[in-house]
């Protein structure tokens, strides 16, 4: 058994702990809180939730900006009644010189401004890493209380680094199985880059460059299955991995719900992603699915100032409340200014190293039992990797993997939930009881 004390010191953690340090108060006093909002797959209704909690922050008196980064498929200003006619994010790129804060727009709404996306121009589907690390540096610049970033989707660099600008990121999703499963993918890979901006050490992104690779049987090693390797392994690096996935909790917002079963759903994605990722999700809450939603965006006017009555509007506003009567503050899960390269760039300098074809070499001729022994098993926990689930598993809230696979369980613990209105409760009641609600 491998005994696991905390290190005095850890190989790459100065990077995380100089990045905790990079918080931006504003001459109010105030934090900046930079939330980048994506989603694992289109149509989920990130844009929409985006320009409407934004609204919503603005009008309890916090200055906020909303920032289109979704590169090559820009249309905030659409959901906010905008013509995009003001130079934005698109422009900043091409630029390469002057400063972000030169470029927020004022919108109708008071303490509300916005930064347009890419205005079609072509070429800036691929951001290169100084341009990111530029655009992330005057990110932080800005004067405001709130700073939301709407993402586009998949998991390409420009999402994932801005995603990671925040461990309390927000990821909308929807009560339908592509959307769940594309929302698991998009977390996974945002586990991964978290990790390669993170680690210094080789062996320790040597491995995670193999956990990218089906074993024999098609499945791939779950960070359980990393967690065990470091453990025996790597201890260094086991509590470095531990400590990295304790800081990051993505918040979930359910859209498009229209019956209290649909948490069925949610159920199933905050167990999947504990289970495989050993990463523990907050529920921010829900938005009932309603037909003026649609309509609001086809009249170019945001839902909570065309209908603010409406429910879905109420919903986005008791997140906005959470947001803002959550202390937390939220810290950027890397070092801005050692802003490592893109997936495939860090792959690439790993691989170019002068000793890795010597390295290679060797690997592929070894077959002794070390060797064997320091490959993923996938299944197998050794008693530290144990060790480190149960010290884990020690958090105050209950987790996802205890939920049923009914939902109820998610049930008994959104009853309780500050999003939930007195409507949906009822709904919840009868969902616990056994009996269940068809609408809400």
């Known amino acids: 058994m491998i005994e696991l004390s905390e290190p005095r010191t850890i190989k790459g953690t100065g990077a995380a702990a100089a990045a905790e340090k990079k918080i931006i108060k504003n001459p109010a006093g105030r934090t900046a809180r930079i939330i980048p909002v994506a989603g694992g797959k289109g149509g989920v209704g990130k844009t929409m939730f985006v320009s409407n909690l934004g609204i919503q922050l603005a009008r309890n008196g916090y200055r906020t900006c909303i920032i289109d980064l979704d590169i090559g ?25 002057g400063h972000l804060s030169n470029y927020p727009i004022t919108t109708s709404v008071n303490n509300l401004s916005l930064i347009t996306g890419d205005q079609l121009i072509p070429g800036l589907s691929s951001v290169k890493r100084a341009a990111r690390k530029r655009l992330i540096t005057e990110i932080f610049e800005l004067n405001f209380d709130f700073i939301l970033l709407d993402l586009g989707s998949g998991t390409y660099s420009m999402v994932t680094d801005f995603f990671l600008l925040s461990n309390r990121g927000i990821c909308v999703t929807a009560p339908e199985h592509g959307a769940i499963l594309n929302t698991f993918a998009f977390l996974k890979n945002i586990v991964f880059r978290l990790f390669q901006l993170n680690f210094i050490s080789e062996e320790a992104r040597d491995v995670l460059e193999e956990a990218r690779i089906r074993d024999e049987t098609g499945k ?95 919903n986005i506003g008791k997140m906005s409340e959470r947001l803002i009567a959550n202390r937390l503050e939220n810290k950027p899960l890397f070092d801005v200014g050692k802003y490592a390269s893109s997936l495939d760039e860090t792959a690439a300098r790993l691989r170019s190293a002068p000793e890795f074809e010597q390295k290679n070499s060797e690997k592929k001729g070894m077959a002794s039992a070390q060797t064997q022994s320091r490959k993923f098993k996938p299944g197998t926990r050794s008693t530290s990797a144990n060790a480190l689930q149960k010290s884990l598993i020690n958090r105050s809230q209950p987790l996802p993997s205890h939920m049923s696979k009914s939902g109820s369980g998610l049930a008994q613990r959104l009853f309780g939930h500050p999003s939930v209105d007195r409507q949906m409760k009822k709904s919840l009641q009868q969902l616990m009881s056994g009996r269940l609600p068809l609408s809400l």
């Open 73 to 97: 498929g820009s249309n905030l200003h659409t959901y906010m009644g905008i013509k995009n006619t003001s130079p934005g994010i698109g422009d900043f790129l091409l630029a390469e010189k």
């Open 220 to 314: 791939f090693p779950s960070f359980w299955d990393i967690l065990n390797w470091l453990a025996e392994n790597n201890k260094e690096s086991a509590f470095y991995f531990k400590t990295m996935l304790e800081k990051i909790k993505p918040a979930i917002v359910f859209n498009m719900v229209e019956a209290p079963t649909d948490i069925k759903y949610l159920s199933d994605l905050t167990s999947l992603v504990y289970s495989k990722l050993i990463v523990e999700t907050d529920i921010l809450g829900y938005i009932v699915r309603h037909k003026m939603i649609a309509q609001s965006v086809k009249s170019r006017m945001p839902l909570s100032i065309q209908n603010p009555s409406l429910r879905a509007v109420q």
